[in-house]
């Protein structure tokens, strides 16, 4: 797993200075607003999206710039969303990643503030020039972004876990859930290759089937984690999806079952690969280390 | 005026059902964050955007299924932006035009996910091939929304306007707070026409120009409303902005001087369409009508 690794340390690495260099420090009266998207994206994190994005595009040979721009969008789509989801009326979070949250670091309407304008940038990076010469691609770029974000997907799903503190969800409400609160995002991550590629349909399936299998696989692990992790390692408190009463694939199939069923989706995940033989090995392996990462 | 009347009549029952074919109501566990963003849609509203739209697209007789859209667009991120500002933590307004406001209604995190949700479909909307057949005009139209909705426009005026209850502004710091909080949408709805059209530079300067005189204007006769507009007639507590410290055009310059700089604005504005003739009369009638009207 050391190239794994070290790829995604610089995928990481590439997508911050990026981002760096998309949300640049202003001097103007509205500068709190940016100092907020600037802490909220720079906050660490592991940058899965963005490696999906890279690694997906080098499938194809897709321009490297192109690709780490589409990189940085979603990261800023992931940033706004854990943003607005740990303000007060959400999740209350005091802390992300071991840091105050946004709204802690400043305030409740600047947080707000500081997701919105994260979440419009994105669509603002992926219709540029600078992103693809191709106007079709920067179009079918926004379009599947809004799709994976919005009501039918990301906010449906935060929606649907938001409501799901007053309801008992079994085995198929969840995995809609996941599907929609993160795999949809997921899903885009890895089929960004295929649009910025203008790929056949064979290769834009196979990664969405990947995607869709990874999506939920790392979910399981979430879930694995909340009650078999150590706070120290995931900078979160032990248990709390259990102390909310919230139903998880932990609490409806149990940690055996769950961490067997996140294996078999590993191994579908990887499947679906296989007609991009040896290329897509790290996109194997990321699949890997989804569920067995301890944070 | 009648004409005038008839036409916003016109326009805002067209975006009214582009909006309800637009945002269908979902049977799915998401539906109540659905529920609150037909909720925002159909609040009623002058609807002066999207007329500003069908209105720049009727000047070069673009197909009007795709000015509709368009119109639709701009209409769910000023929606968008209304939710939001009404928020606890931004205005705290329990009520928008008379009805509650939509974290009333619902409940703040639903609020805050309606705005994000409305926000991102207006992407999917202008993105999408329906809205036009060359992609270069949809990755154009998103690209222009995100600019003019973002840190560096609406997003960040709405920053400023918040900070500015710690501050005095001067009237060019207000002249900029307005110009990126209300302008830049404004902006956007005018030449949203000529990107519909791909028209010549000159048209697009031309409308930029518009709109640019008739934003101000428009704020003008805010600020001019909240002192000497009555509560039946606004839906909006009378001296609002005054209660609140905040600068405002008519703080700084004065009822008199303020009426006469909105009166030049407009007339300033109505010249700037001087290229399109007769064909932009309507135009020109509702830069009147904003500084007129009593609510």
Do not use: W
């Not at 010469?133 to 938001?162: C, F, K, S, W, Y």
């Not at 150590?230 to 055996?256: H, M, N, Q």
């Not at 090995?281 to 301890?294: G, K, P």
């Amino acid at each position: 797993m050391q190239r794994l690794e070290s790829a995604l340390a610089v995928a990481a690495e590439a997508v911050n200075r990026t981002l760096d260099k998309l949300v640049p420090p202003v001097t103007g009266a509205e500068r709190r607003v940016v100092e907020a998207m600037r802490y909220a994206l720079m906050g660490g994190g592991k940058r899965i999206r963005p490696f999906l994005v890279l690694n997906s595009a080098r499938l194809f040979d897709v321009p490297e710039e192109g690709a780490r721009r589409t990189a940085a969008a979603i990261e800023m789509v992931h940033s706004y969303s854990l943003v607005h989801d740990d303000l007060p009326a959400m999740d209350n979070a005091d802390l992300r990643r071991g840091r105050p949250s946004v709204h802690r670091q400043f305030d409740e309407a600047t947080a707000i503030l500081a997701g919105d304008g994260l979440l419009t940038q994105a669509f603002e990076v992926l219709a540029a020039p600078e992103t693809h010469a191709d106007p079709l691609v920067r179009a079918e770029l926004a379009l599947a972004l809004a799709r994976a974000a919005g009501a039918a997907g990301m906010v449906g799903g935060q929606m649907i876990d938001l409501e799901a503190q007053h309801a008992t969800l079994d085995l198929e409400a969840i995995t809609r859930l996941q599907r929609m609160k993160t795999g949809a995002i997921i899903g885009f991550s890895c089929e960004a290759g295929a649009i910025l590629a203008s790929a056949p349909a064979a290769a834009r399936l196979a990664l969405q089937l990947y995607a869709e299998d990874l999506g939920l696989a790392f979910q399981i692990a979430d879930d694995l984690l909340d009650v078999e992790g150590s706070e120290a390692e995931t900078g979160k408190p032990v248990g709390a999806d259990a102390a909310a009463g919230k139903a998880t694939f932990v609490s409806i199939l149990g940690a055996e079952r769950a961490r067997a069923q996140a294996e078999l989706l590993v191994a579908q995940a990887a499947a679906h690969l296989d007609l991009f033989e040896q290329r897509a090995e790290l996109l194997r392996q990321v699949a890997r280390f989804v569920i067995d990462r301890r944070t």
